[in-house]
């Protein structure tokens, strides 16, 4: 292989890729670990491999493992974790339901959401302007993220909203048919 300063591709690449992934530890992000990857993968097979591996070759490792780890870094979330805890602001509360830890009036309580809301997803909590306390164990809603740490809650029925939809169109079919009952009856007489 073609020597540069003395020193053999394979090694370049294994040192590049070391230097590359040694910078990642000082700027998080992923901006150097993927080529830093690619490039120490393909310098560890030209130095163990020194007889089978050409440039080209080494040119080929460093596309695929580069693909290969960047695939890895943005669908297997290996280098960042799950992103579970990440919100993307306060509107991103909106609608996540969570379980009262301290019950919740007009003026404090305590809940902790069930996935989203950050590091740690215990919030302060208030009901709704008017609406009755919320007691500890109880499912809750967030209505308005508000934008600060404190949440505006809404006990939760049980039901979601295509639950109360089909309710309502059953009270309405029921209220028809006794309203066409109520008709005949007085066709009827």
């Not at 500890?136 to 600060?148: L, Q, S």
């Amino acid at each position: 292989m073609a020597d540069l300063l003395d020193i053999s591709l394979p090694l370049l690449l294994v040192v590049a890729g070391v230097v590359l992934c040694i910078a990642e530890a000082f700027a998080p992000g992923a901006h150097f670990v993927v080529i830093g990857v690619a490039l120490l993968v393909a310098g560890l097979a030209g130095v163990l491999l020194p007889g089978v591996v050409t440039p080209l070759v080494l040119a080929v490792l460093v596309f695929v493992v580069g693909a290969l780890a960047l695939w890895g870094y943005r669908h297997l979330e290996l280098y960042e974790g799950t992103g579970r805890g990440k919100t993307e602001g306060s509107s991103s509360l909106r609608g996540v339901r969570g379980v009262v830890t301290e019950r919740v009036t007009d003026s404090s309580g305590q809940i902790r959401l069930d996935e989203g809301g950050g590091f740690d997803p215990t919030y302060a909590a208030r009901t709704i302007s008017g609406a009755d306390a919320i007691d500890e164990g109880a499912e809750v809603v967030v209505v308005d993220p508000g934008g600060g740490n404190v949440l505006t809650v809404a006990a939760v029925d049980g039901l979601d909203d295509i639950d109360r939809e089909l309710e309502r169109g059953r009270e309405r079919e029921r209220a028809d048919r006794e309203s066409e009952s109520a008709d005949r009856e007085r066709e009827r007489e």
